[in-house]
């Protein structure tokens, strides 16, 4: 008898657990989003593809996400002296571990579109950022 309540036990606290997590999704998930994503203009979105295709974050990150042998480019852009100018001397003539590239003028400037784009979204780190209990997380874009 001991057995049977054990077991009659163990299944009601899984089936609570299992109750519990398909309302928290329904909560999660049905309710509203704060934040839209963001639309690239099509020189940012060439830049973001050349970004890809050339494995940019093998080396550096984006919000801190990515390789750690470069930089961080988040804010690269708006970072006191560097700028696009920076960022283009560095892709014509590389440094120590980066490899020289040859892009095009055109290409330069989609990149730099890109990392324009995305110094737009926020700071990394983002020192005011909150976490909300649903697990939301409410951030600070440079345009507020």
Request: charged share 20%; aromatic share 10%; glycine share 8%.
């Amino acid at each position: 008898m001991q057995t049977f309540n054990n077991i009659t036990g163990n299944r009601l606290v899984i089936a609570i657990l299992v109750c519990i997590f398909i309302i928290y999704n329904i909560i999660i998930y049905k309710g509203t989003q704060p934040l839209t994503a963001e639309k690239l203009s099509d020189d940012a979105l060439a830049g973001q593809l050349l970004y890809q295709k050339n494995n940019c974050t093998a080396c550096h990150q984006l919000y801190g996400l990515g390789g750690y042998l470069g930089p961080d480019l988040t804010n690269i852009i708006s970072t006191k002296g560097k700028g696009p100018e920076y960022v283009k001397a560095f892709l014509n003539s590389g440094i120590k571990s980066m490899p020289r590239f040859h892009f095009s003028e055109k290409q330069k400037d989609a990149i730099v579109a890109y990392l324009r784009e995305v110094d737009k979204t926020g700071h990394f780190p983002d020192y005011n950022a909150r976490m909300h209990p649903t697990g939301w997380v409410e951030i600070k874009t440079k345009s507020e």
